[in-house]
């Protein structure tokens, strides 16, 4: 439930009311500023390029952002990911550039790219989908399965889930490291209304913190608080957490729009995606550095799937991928990794 801040309304004496009326403006402004924002909700951008005609729904509510391609439509190659480097991965720079590379070596020359289903929501929704063999999109029922062509060539993912698609015979028992991100940060309300410039404003009192609800980015969180400004502010941050109705758990989602509505002062989650969600919302959003909490990363890896459905395009994926990634990722705020880090096997057994 959003938390509004109420005027007192007692009698007070001449000074103190002058004392009341300057710190009832300050909390004014503040609540100006939300409100405003709060009435335009985030509108993602489409990394689809539909044809012209097809009718779509690309409003604030109506909107399926995490699967990307054409469900129904033979898929030519399938990749299931996290979504905390779907800024990366979508981008012209990786899927958008693969099918014309594909198409310049003659060994894939005769590939069909024209299907590429991306999917990108969290590790433990994607793993539960392979593992019911479903998803449900609302009121659609997704069947995700070999027969159905909708099921993974390639997966994406921090180890723990890797491993255990392993364990249930998904993937193959190596998978190879190709990012690493650069810690985490703050992000704001735009114009920062609130001032608050680094980790010891989060936990000033009466701030409301948006936090990952689970995982590596909660647990980095929560370590780089500790770190940095001891364990009574750690706890000190979760005692300030703040949710919201019908919030599913899609980090790279939910958490900005937190702060767009007036759901939270602050949103704390890795650095990359504070940056991205500045960038694409630059009239609402902003973004704030907390130093010193660079080393509290974490990596993704890439694996591939027993005996794909679409083989040639997923080795001709993996080629690619590994040829561009360790100079793409950089220019999305990762870390540059080094040749005895990029590509780096991962042992999944």
Known sequence: MIRRRAFLGCTLSAAASLATSSAQDATAIAQSTGASERSEPLVWPL?????????????????????????G???????????????????????GAFPSWAKSQPRYSNLDLNNIILVTLPQPILVQMVRTGGVALGNLSLDVSRSSGFYPDIFMGYPEPLRQLHQLGV????????????GVALLVRKGNPLGIHGLADVIRKGIRVALPDTGDVR?????????????PAADALVAAEASFRGRLGIMHRDLPEMIARDYADVAFTWRHLVSYWARIFPDQLESVDVPGAEPFFTRIAFARVNNPLHPTATRAFDEFFFRRARDV???YDFAAMNEREFAAALALD
């Open 73 to 95: 439509a033979p898929a030519d190659l399938v990749i299931f990911t996290e979504g905390n480097h779907l800024m990366v991965l979508s981008s012209d720079d990786i899927i």
């Open 171 to 182: 993937l193959e028992p190596e998978a190879r490291f190709f990012c690493r991100n650069r």
């Open 329 to 331: 990722y950089p220019h």
């Open 219 to 231: 647990a980095k969180c929560l370590a780089a608080t500790n770190e940095l400004l001891g364990k």
């Open 47 to 71: 990394v689809t390029k539909l044809p012209g005609g097809i009718p779509s729904f690309i409003g604030h509510t109506d909107t399926v952002l995490d699967v990307v391609g054409r469900i």
